[in-house]
């Protein structure tokens, strides 16, 4: 018997009573074993039941091995760990101790999730600076982290949409041989090339739709003009105006500056909602909407922003025309028109400021756009727009001045004739010689054979440096850089 119980203990499935388990009352080891196996029993229910009946002296895990298994050796008991904590027994068999699972609440309060919170801040404060820019015209500081080619490929059938819109309303679009579509596209032809976005491919469609008059134009260069515009404009100087407004949108990235405040609004409103949990944040959102607190981001940011990039548009639209030749003059009367054709909209609650407020503003840029026209040989040389852009690409506070224009050489191979404007490079530099092709001593045929192209070696040939100085300055526009984009 005594053999037995050794063997038992050795494969670990009984462990040796104490003294006090085994008594004189016994008489034998035989007798005592029904005693010693209840013991045991009543021993297990108490370690199963968890720390507070667990024998606080014995802090080795207990082993289960061997052939005589049940259920309920595998549960893995709670108990203390050799560090003093509390969790659960490893299931490996190697007497290992692993802490319990931590709740969503404890996870989300602990040191590594407040240094990833933390470091979340951080990166999102840098790439708000890293995006953040001061607009050359008004001096206002955005955040816009999106290019006009993400916004457009974000709606790749806007156009389509649209169009399915005015075909279920009974509408439909002017054929290219119609006058009021000829009108458009004449202003639009002149206007393209002082846009600073000449390169896109560019859309014209206009809506036979005489009760609105409207225009507006989607990323990529997509125009959409309802015929009652034309009778409200009364002149193609008027047209350019509302026309140039629209495009100036697009120039100054509006769009893409709008799709960025959403995501990031969206981001944060989802962030929010997760730190703080379902239900605490659907009772948020409940309170949000119950008391219309949702209108104070459109009266206090969205309102605001939609008006400061009319005024932007407004500004780059009036240079823009002015420089296509049209009479900037022509937009002033427009907006009183546009004012007696409709009902107005107090400019607190709008997306566009006053025509009162935006014939005044008009009012002070006029001297700056008909000096612009004066200047201008209506060919997009001198581009306000483009030099616009380019100080927004480079995150620049203040416009260049012409001279300081950067221009691609595939950008400069585009201005070879008098018709797109005769420009050549020498030395790096870039001159729009096309005033001075019919003046040139040598014939015009000699300088039209350099445009659009490097002339520096042919230019060395019969001139000296005298001619360059005496010229130079004149005609200069800006320098080559195959980085630069416009």
């Given at each position: 018997?005594a053999?037995?119980?050794?063997?038992?203990?050795?494969?670990?499935?009984?462990r040796a009573?104490?003294?006090?388990?085994?008594?004189a009352?016994s008489?034998?080891?035989?007798?005592a074993?029904p005693?010693?196996?209840?013991g045991?029993h009543?021993?297990?229910?108490?370690?199963?039941?968890?720390?507070?009946?667990?024998?606080?002296?014995?802090?080795?895990?207990?082993?289960?091995t061997?052939?005589?298994?049940r259920?309920?050796?595998?549960?893995?008991?709670?108990?203390?760990?050799?560090?003093?904590d509390?969790?659960y027994?490893?299931?490996?068999?190697?007497?290992?101790?692993?802490?319990?699972?931590?709740?969503a609440?404890?996870?989300?309060s602990?040191?590594?999730?407040?240094?990833a919170?933390?470091?979340?801040?951080?990166?999102?404060?840098?790439?708000?600076?890293?995006?953040?820019?001061?607009?050359?015209?008004t001096?206002r500081?955005?955040?816009?982290?999106?290019?006009?080619?993400?916004?457009?490929?974000?709606?790749?059938?806007?156009?389509q949409?649209i169009l399915?819109?005015v075909?279920?309303a009974?509408?439909?679009?002017?054929?290219?041989?119609d006058?009021?579509?000829?009108?458009?596209?004449?202003?639009?032809r002149?206007?393209?090339?002082?846009?600073?976005?000449?390169?896109?491919e560019?859309e014209i469609y206009?809506?036979a739709?005489?009760?609105?008059?409207?225009?507006?134009v989607?990323?990529?260069?997509?125009?959409?003009?309802f015929?009652g515009l034309?009778?409200?404009?009364?002149?193609?100087?008027a047209?350019?105006?509302?026309?140039?407004?629209?495009?100036a949108h697009q120039?100054?990235?509006?769009?893409?500056e709008?799709?960025?405040?959403?995501w990031?609004?969206?981001?944060?409103?989802g962030?929010?909602?997760f730190?703080?949990?379902?239900?605490?944040?659907?009772?948020?959102?409940?309170i949000?909407?119950?008391t219309g607190?949702?209108?104070?981001?459109?009266?206090?940011?969205?309102?605001?922003?939609?008006?400061?990039?009319?005024?932007?548009?407004?500004h780059i639209?009036?240079?823009?025309?002015?420089?296509?030749c049209?009479d900037?003059?022509?937009?002033?009367?427009?907006?009183?028109r546009?004012?007696?054709?409709?009902q107005?909209m107090?400019?607190?609650?709008?997306t566009?400021?006053?025509?009162?407020?935006?014939?005044?503003k008009?009012?002070?840029?006029?001297?700056?756009?008909?000096a612009k026209r004066?200047?201008?040989?209506?060919?997009?040389?001198?581009?306000?727009?483009?030099?616009?852009?380019?100080?927004?690409?480079?995150?620049?506070?203040?416009?260049?001045?012409p001279?300081?224009?950067?221009?691609?050489?595939a950008?400069v191979?585009?201005?070879?004739?008098?018709?797109?404007g005769?420009?050549?490079?020498?030395?790096?530099n870039?001159?729009?010689?096309?005033?001075f092709v019919?003046?040139?001593?040598?014939?015009a045929?000699v300088?039209q054979r350099?445009?659009g192209?490097?002339?520096?070696?042919?230019?060395?040939?019969?001139?000296g440096?005298?001619?360059?100085?005496?010229y130079?300055d004149?005609?200069k526009?800006?320098t080559?850089?195959?980085?630069?984009?416009?």
């Amino acid at each position: 018997m005594a053999f037995r119980l050794a063997r038992s203990n050795r494969i670990g499935l009984l462990r040796a009573p104490s003294q006090s388990q085994v008594t004189a009352a016994s008489g034998c080891l035989v007798c005592a074993l029904p005693t010693i196996r209840r013991g045991l029993h009543s021993s297990r229910e108490r370690q199963d039941r968890g720390p507070l009946y667990s024998n606080k002296k014995e802090n080795t895990p207990q082993h289960v091995t061997g052939t005589w298994e049940r259920p309920s050796d595998f549960q893995r008991p709670w108990q203390h760990s050799p560090r003093g904590d509390e969790g659960y027994q490893s299931g490996s068999g190697d007497g290992s101790w692993r802490p319990p699972r931590k709740t969503a609440r404890e996870a989300a309060s602990g040191p590594q999730s407040k240094v990833a919170v933390a470091a979340v801040m951080l990166a999102a404060v840098v790439f708000y600076v890293w995006n953040s820019q001061t607009i050359p015209l008004t001096g206002r500081s955005r955040f816009n982290f999106l290019s006009d080619e993400i916004a457009e490929r974000m709606h790749p059938r806007a156009v389509q949409s649209i169009l399915k819109q005015v075909y279920e309303a009974g509408g439909y679009i002017l054929p290219e041989n119609d006058t009021r579509t000829r009108i458009v596209k004449n202003v639009m032809r002149r206007l393209i090339p002082v846009s600073g976005l000449a390169d896109l491919e560019w859309e014209i469609y206009v809506i036979a739709d005489d009760s609105q008059a409207n225009a507006f134009v989607l990323p990529g260069g997509k125009v959409f003009v309802f015929s009652g515009l034309l009778h409200v404009c009364g002149n193609e100087d008027a047209l350019a105006a509302v026309l140039g407004h629209e495009v100036a949108h697009q120039t100054a990235s509006h769009t893409a500056e709008r799709l960025s405040q959403a995501w990031v609004g969206n981001l944060t409103t989802g962030a929010l909602f997760f730190l703080v949990g379902t239900l605490p944040g659907l009772a948020l959102f409940a309170i949000w909407t119950a008391t219309g607190a949702f209108v104070l981001p459109a009266l206090m940011y969205e309102l605001p922003m939609s008006r400061t990039h009319e005024y932007e548009a407004d500004h780059i639209g009036l240079m823009m025309m002015a420089e296509a030749c049209y009479d900037p003059r022509a937009a002033i009367p427009f907006w009183r028109r546009m004012n007696q054709h409709g009902q107005e909209m107090e400019e607190v609650l709008s997306t566009h400021p006053s025509n009162d407020h935006r014939v005044a503003k008009l009012t002070q840029l006029m001297p700056e756009a008909l000096a612009k026209r004066e200047q201008s040989d209506c060919r997009g040389t001198d581009s306000f727009a483009r030099r616009f852009r380019f100080a927004v690409k480079q995150r620049q506070s203040e416009m260049p001045r012409p001279e300081e224009m950067s221009y691609a050489a595939a950008e400069v191979s585009k201005h070879k004739d008098k018709d797109n404007g005769l420009w050549l490079i020498i030395e790096g530099n870039v001159y729009d010689v096309t005033k001075f092709v019919d003046e040139h001593p040598g014939g015009a045929r000699v300088i039209q054979r350099m445009g659009g192209k490097d002339a520096t070696k042919a230019f060395w040939k019969y001139h000296g440096e005298s001619v360059l100085a005496k010229y130079g300055d004149r005609f200069k526009i800006g320098t080559v850089a195959e980085s630069a984009k416009l």
